[in-house]
């Protein structure tokens, strides 16, 4: 078996550990004789395995009790309209911190049923940094404040949890949710597909307090209703049971490697090896501001586009695969989430450094 350096944008790495456990349990999951994918979703067995999870995932953020923790279909995309349909709450607008094409298109899904005001926006810089703080216009009687704390094209990342006052702060934490701790006071809501640093596609996971529960919009599929997705523990119809049980197993590992502060030092040393690289050259070049550099998705251009093809291609040729940029971008994209280990980011820096040696 040859495993190679995956630095896909998402569906991404999962920990070796996990996939060895997935592979183990395959064809009769704790004695039941039978694989998760086999099970009655309301049988002991997943019920335990749904509850372990939504536990161990609490633990490692520290969710406070006044939030219910769901597990979801339909991705972060589904989301961006489910948000609205739960939280307007009767207000009439919404306001959204745009630092990249996935707020954006939060903002487009919002507009559908209500004013979704751009609070800020770097679109005119290409996305290379994310708002000021200070230069954010917050409306006080907006229903919520959206950010999108990890821009997974642009790679721009919020390096702070920000304060927005008593608005309800809603972010959409699909490509770095568990890469650092989170302070989940802060927000009123927090949601993130599985794909990018958890499982496989198909669980959705949403975090929300509850005091903004049970004033969603009429003729809101039930669903699409928060309310009535906690009341029924995620199950109000069959679960993406297999996702969710993978989940779990991350979660598990998460807590094994020493938690949220374990993994923000160990992401920080990962990036900061990449940047430092990429900073000390002038072959390879990254656009982002410094202080709002994505620890999780590093866009990089080469000096000389025609040479993307080679640089590719020999990349493939040492096992470090899916490094081509996203289309919007260009050049080329490194994702380092959880799961991407240190060996995998340096084997990266020292081809880009012989292939600069060779071809640049
Ligand atoms: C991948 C991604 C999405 C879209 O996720 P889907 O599961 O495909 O709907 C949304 N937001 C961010 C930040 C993402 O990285």
Same mark, same amino acid.
Not at 206 to 220: F, P, S, Y
Not at 271 to 295: A, K, T, W
């Given at each position: 078996?040859?495993?190679?350096?995956?630095? #896909?944008?998402?569906?991404?790495?999962?920990?070796?550990?996990?996939?060895?456990?997935?592979?183990?349990?395959?064809?009769?999951?704790?004695?039941?004789?039978?694989?998760?994918?086999?099970?009655?979703?309301?049988?002991?067995?997943?019920?335990?395995?749904?509850?372990?999870?939504?536990?161990?995932?609490?633990?490692?953020?520290?969710?406070?009790?006044?939030?219910?923790?769901?597990?979801?279909?339909?991705?972060?995309?589904?989301?961006?309209?489910?948000?609205?349909?739960?939280?307007?709450?009767?207000?009439?607008?919404?306001?959204?911190?745009?630092?990249?094409?996935?707020?954006?298109?939060?903002?487009?899904?919002?507009?559908?049923?209500?004013?979704?005001?751009?609070?800020?926006?770097?679109?005119?810089?290409?996305?290379?940094?994310?708002?000021?703080?200070?230069?954010?216009?917050?409306?006080?009687?907006?229903?919520?404040?959206?950010?999108?704390?990890?821009?997974?094209?642009?790679?721009?990342?919020?390096?702070?949890?920000?304060?927005?006052?008593?608005?309800?702060?809603?972010?959409?934490?699909?490509?770095?949710?568990?890469?650092?701790?989170?302070?989940?006071?802060?927000?009123?809501?927090?949601?993130?597909?599985?794909?990018?640093?958890?499982?496989?596609?198909?669980?959705?996971?949403?975090?929300?307090?509850?005091?903004?529960?049970?004033?969603?919009?009429?003729?809101?599929?039930?669903?699409?209703?928060?309310?009535?997705?906690?009341?029924?523990? #995620?199950?109000?119809?069959?679960?993406?049971?297999?996702?969710?049980?993978?989940?779990?197993?991350?979660?598990?590992?998460?807590?094994?490697?020493?938690?949220?502060?374990?993994?923000?030092?160990?992401?920080?040393?990962?990036?900061?090896?990449?940047?430092?690289?990429?900073? #000390?050259?002038?072959?390879?070049?990254?656009?982002?501001?410094?202080?709002?550099?994505?620890?999780?998705?590093?866009?990089?251009?080469?000096?000389?586009?025609?040479?993307?093809?080679?640089?590719?291609?020999?990349?493939?040729?040492?096992?470090?695969?899916?490094?081509?940029?996203?289309?919007?971008?260009?050049?080329?994209?490194? #994702?380092?989430?959880?799961?991407?280990?240190?060996?995998?980011?340096?084997?990266?820096?020292?081809?880009?450094?012989?292939?600069?040696?060779?071809?640049?």
């Amino acid at each position: 078996m040859k495993r190679v350096f995956n630095f #896909s944008a998402g569906p991404a790495m999962l920990p070796m550990a996990v996939l060895e456990q997935v592979q183990a349990e395959l064809f009769d999951w704790n004695g039941s004789g039978m694989s998760v994918m086999e099970m009655s979703h309301r049988g002991k067995e997943f019920v335990s395995i749904a509850a372990a999870a939504e536990q161990d995932l609490r633990d490692l953020l520290n969710i406070p009790n006044n939030y219910k923790v769901l597990f979801m279909q339909g991705g972060a995309t589904a989301q961006f309209s489910f948000i609205p349909m739960n939280l307007l709450r009767g207000k009439t607008s919404a306001d959204f911190v745009v630092s990249g094409d996935w707020g954006k298109k939060a903002a487009k899904a919002t507009a559908q049923l209500a004013s979704a005001n751009i609070a800020a926006s770097s679109e005119a810089d290409k996305y290379t940094y994310v708002p000021d703080r200070a230069s954010w216009k917050l409306d006080p009687d907006a229903a919520f404040v959206h950010i999108t704390s990890n821009e997974t094209v642009h790679g721009v990342e919020f390096a702070q949890d920000p304060d927005v006052g008593a608005v309800p702060l809603v972010a959409d934490m699909s490509s770095n949710i568990l890469s650092r701790p989170v302070d989940v006071s802060r927000y009123g809501l927090i949601y993130a597909g599985a794909q990018k640093n958890i499982a496989p596609a198909g669980v959705t996971i949403v975090i929300v307090r509850e005091d903004l529960l049970g004033q969603t919009l009429a003729k809101t599929p039930g669903l699409f209703d928060y309310q009535k997705v906690a009341e029924n523990d #995620s199950m109000i119809n069959t679960p993406p049971c297999f996702a969710w049980y993978v989940a779990g197993l991350v979660f598990k590992h998460l807590k094994k490697l020493g938690g949220l502060d374990a993994m923000a030092a160990e992401n920080a040393r990962k990036s900061g090896l990449l940047y430092g690289y990429i900073d #000390s050259q002038d072959f390879y070049r990254n656009p982002v501001r410094p202080q709002d550099r994505s620890r999780m998705n590093v866009p990089f251009t080469l000096a000389h586009a025609e040479l993307d093809e080679a640089f590719l291609k020999g990349a493939k040729a040492a096992g470090l695969v899916t490094l081509k940029g996203h289309r919007s971008v260009g050049g080329m994209r490194a #994702s380092l989430y959880n799961a991407m280990p240190y060996e995998g980011v340096a084997a990266l820096v020292d081809y880009m450094k012989e292939f600069v040696r060779t071809q640049g």
